[in-house]
């Protein structure tokens, strides 16, 4: 029988998992999909040479092996309670939500209360397997760069608020510091990747720097780690998502393969 998956969020990494899905990429049936835009919902299903239905959160939820959020952090509450309190496995793309520790210690509890699981994609970013392998000793310091177009950066609560003008950039400029609780109520939609490496870290303090570059084409990560272990450092240059150049196809393409390693029986990486 293969993986059921149920989506919810039909955007631009919900329209990559769905595609991988319809086309074989990913041995599993999609079994439903949800959003809050029915009209989004529907155009994937036509996308797709397999059908599968639109349905709500509770109907989707009993139809799915696998509930996979890819919709806003706002959304994770929610999603994350319906489908764990079913015994339902559950990815997190939209991971800043678990910045609110409350939230996350009660998703964990959930998890283990009913046998299930929670996974969380490497997303946008290199360099989750070196720091989850130094976890295990002491780690000294984490700091994430990410360098946007004003395009990935508009519309966010940070920008708006400090009415910082994008357009009047001339270069690399320096918009935010701060902690990754901080960057991702700053920034919901560009810097999730700072809370997955908070957890991952062991909720170790993360400082993130956002710059925003007129001049740069691509969504930049950059990652330093010092520890016990010695020190890395890894930079990807992603690839913005044409339907959202907030996010990088890369972040779509880690979903994929987290949902291909619960169905391989050969699991390569720490
Ligand atoms: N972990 C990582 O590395 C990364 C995480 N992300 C995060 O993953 C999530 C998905 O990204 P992406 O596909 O690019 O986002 P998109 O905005 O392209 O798509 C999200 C879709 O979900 C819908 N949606 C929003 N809230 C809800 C809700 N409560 N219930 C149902 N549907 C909802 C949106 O509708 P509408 O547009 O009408 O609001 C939209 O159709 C985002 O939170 C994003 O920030 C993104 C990149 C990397
Ligand atoms: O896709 C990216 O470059 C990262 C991103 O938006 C996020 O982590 O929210």
């Known amino acids: 029988m293969p993986l059921k998956v149920g989506l919810v969020g039909c955007g631009a990494i919900g329209a990559e998992i769905a595609k991988a899905i319809d086309s074989g990429v990913v041995d599993a049936e999609l079994i439903a999909v949800c959003d809050h835009n029915p009209q989004t919902a529907l155009a994937l299903i036509e996308s ?4 599968t239905k639109k349905a709500d959160l509770a109907e989707l939820v009993r139809l799915s092996d696998v509930v996979v959020e890819a919709a806003s952090q706002k959304a994770v509450p929610a999603v994350a309670r319906a489908a764990l309190a079913a015994g339902k496995r559950l990815m997190i ?8 520790m409350d939230l996350f210690r009660e998703i964990k509890s959930l998890a283990k209360s009913h046998c299930s699981q929670v996974y969380i994609p490497s997303g946008a970013i ?3 397997d070196a720091l989850k392998s130094a976890r295990a000793g002491r780690i000294e310091r984490v700091t994430l760069t990410t360098t946007k177009n004003p395009s990935g950066l508009r519309g966010a609560p940070y920008i708006m608020e400090n009415r910082i003008d994008l357009d009047s950039l001339s270069g690399p400029t320096q918009i935010f510091s701060g902690s990754a609780i901080e960057a991702v109520r700053a920034f919901p939609a560009n810097v999730n990747v700072a809370a997955t490496l ?11 720097k956002v710059f925003a570059d007129p001049n740069i084409r691509v969504n930049r990560h950059e990652i330093e780690v010092e520890g016990d272990f010695g020190r890395f450092f890894t930079r990807v240059e992603n690839v913005p998502s044409p339907r959202n150049p907030k996010t990088s196809y890369l972040a779509a393409l880690s979903a994929i393969s987290t949902l291909r390693s619960i169905v391989e029986p050969i699991k390569i990486g720490t």
């Open 198 to 208: 908070y957890l991952a870290a062991g909720e170790k303090e993360v400082l993130v």
């Open 48 to 51: 797709l040479q397999h059908k």
């Open 93 to 100: 793309m939209s991971v800043g939500a678990l910045a609110d």
């Open 126 to 128: 290199s360099g989750l």
